[in-house]
């Protein structure tokens, strides 16, 4: 996919933060899978034992043209508690703590730039940025979840949603040309 980006987000059960970004134009699509743990193509049975280390989480693809990350980051603080470890909602376990994971060093600056801006909000603080260090695919019953069966659980409040698709109609002056 030539010109277009990717970075990782772990906001809690990947399901509703799947459906955050999927509801971003300039989002190319999203795919739900375990991050950053020590386990190799671990299944959901076994992340959810909390002893993976693996992150639910959402691998982005974006048109850098058409949505920055600054904009997508800016997304991801909306839909969570920045202040929680190991917990988003009445999920918990280390599978929910919140992180965002970068595949390049520019994307790395860039998140770090706004975890900077936005940690001097919150103490404590508790979300990870780190490279990605692996990713796998979840089941198929996983991807587009909340696409599937629209009533599924959310730990992402209607509000939160909706200040999501405000973000939309806002100009992104932090667009790559």
């Known amino acids: 996919m030539s010109g277009f980006k990717e970075i990782y987000f772990a906001g809690g059960c990947f399901w509703g933060t799947e459906k955050v970004f999927q509801s971003l134009h300039g989002v190319v699509s999203t795919t739900v899978g375990y991050a950053n743990g020590t386990v190799a193509s671990p299944s959901y049975e076994l992340v ?7 992150r ?3 691998k982005v693809i974006y048109d850098p043209k058409r949505i920055s990350l600054n904009k997508l980051l800016k997304a ?6 920045p202040t929680v470890s190991n917990r988003q909602g009445n999920d918990i376990g280390s599978q929910y703590q919140t992180g965002v ?16 801006e936005v940690r001097i909000n919150y103490d404590p603080f508790c979300v990870e940025l780190s490279p990605l260090s692996c990713f796998y695919d979840a089941e198929e019953y996983h991807q587009d979840y909340l696409i599937k069966n629209p009533g599924g659980y959310c730990h992402i409040t209607g509000e939160e949603y909706d200040r999501v698709l405000e973000l939309n109609d806002l100009p992104d002056p932090d667009l790559s040309v």
């Not at 959810?48 to 693996?54: A, I, L, P, Q, R």
């Not at 991801?76 to 508690?81: A, L």
């Not at 520019?106 to 706004?114: F, M, P, R």
């Open 101 to 116: 994971y970068y595949t390049d060093e520019v994307s790395g600056k860039t998140a770090e730039k706004i975890f900077d």
């Open 76 to 81: 991801f603080f909306i839909c969570i508690d």
């Open 56 to 58: 639910e989480t959402v």
């Open 48 to 54: 959810k034992t909390d002893t993976t280390g693996h």
